[in-house]
């Protein structure tokens, strides 16, 4: 299989005595900002329709995974079997209306299986929790380190599953606080503004995140020059 080759490509590489310099030094700290850099890559070439880049960007993206699997095996934690095992199962796991079929299970449309989805994920972080031997938290599997619209839209959609934090009127809420920040510009007033636009965006099934790149792309369209 492909993946066989790319697998033994970056044992190779991490070989002490006949790897390379560079990929025998990194660590999983080091590389983990290579992983993000290639998602956005990834989303870069979909939004441009790009098939030949993302194909490329694709494999970027993979080489990630198998770097990061290689560390682990190495550290004996987990090797690349284990990701797709594990993947897998989550798949099958989230999905009873397909897999199960013997289960009670129906999905009536996309949207039954999204929230099939989430009670599935909800469970898993409980059972997480358990094991662990702490509490269970609202917004303990939302990632610090994401981009700040996204993660806002990430907590809000968590929040409004448990029926906490939403705002009665967003944008009645997003003009006032404009009117604030506007009074007094500080950068808590600024932070209102920003969640509560991505709250009014997601109200009106729009991602900020991607509405902000977009409203990027077309300022260097309009503004930039030839180097």
Not at 45 to 57: F, P, Q, S, T, Y
Not at 106 to 118: L, Q, S, Y
Request: hydrophobic share 40%.
């Amino acid at each position: 299989m492909a993946v066989d080759r790319l697998l033994s490509i970056m044992e190779r590489l991490r070989d002490p005595e006949r790897g390379c310099p560079w990929d025998i030094e990194q660590s999983f700290e080091t590389i983990a900002p290579y992983t993000i850099e290639e998602a956005y890559e990834v989303e870069d070439a979909i939004r441009r329709g790009d098939w030949k880049d993302l194909c490329d960007e694709l494999g970027d993206l993979l080489l990630q995974v198998v770097f990061h699997a290689q560390l682990a095996r190495e550290a004996s934690h987990f090797d690349f079997a284990a990701v797709v095992d594990a993947v897998c199962d989550k798949l099958v796991r989230r999905h009873p209306h397909v897999f199960s079929p013997e289960s009670d299970a129906i999905a009536r449309g996309a949207e039954d299986v999204h929230r099939t989805w989430e009670e599935r994920k909800a469970q898993e972080r409980a059972e997480k929790a358990q094991t662990r031997g702490v509490a269970v938290d609202l917004f303990d599997d939302v990632p610090r380190n994401l981009p700040a619209l996204l993660r806002a839209s990430k907590l809000q959609k968590r929040a409004n599953r448990a029926a906490v934090g939403s705002s009665p009127d967003p944008r009645k809420a997003l003009v006032e606080a404009a009117s604030r920040f506007a009074g007094d510009p500080t950068e808590e007033r600024l932070g209102e503004v920003l969640s509560l636009t991505v709250e009014v965006a997601r109200g009106a099934a729009l991602d900020a995140e991607t509405a902000l790149r977009a409203a990027n792309d077309r300022f260097v369209r309009k503004h930039g020059r030839p180097a």
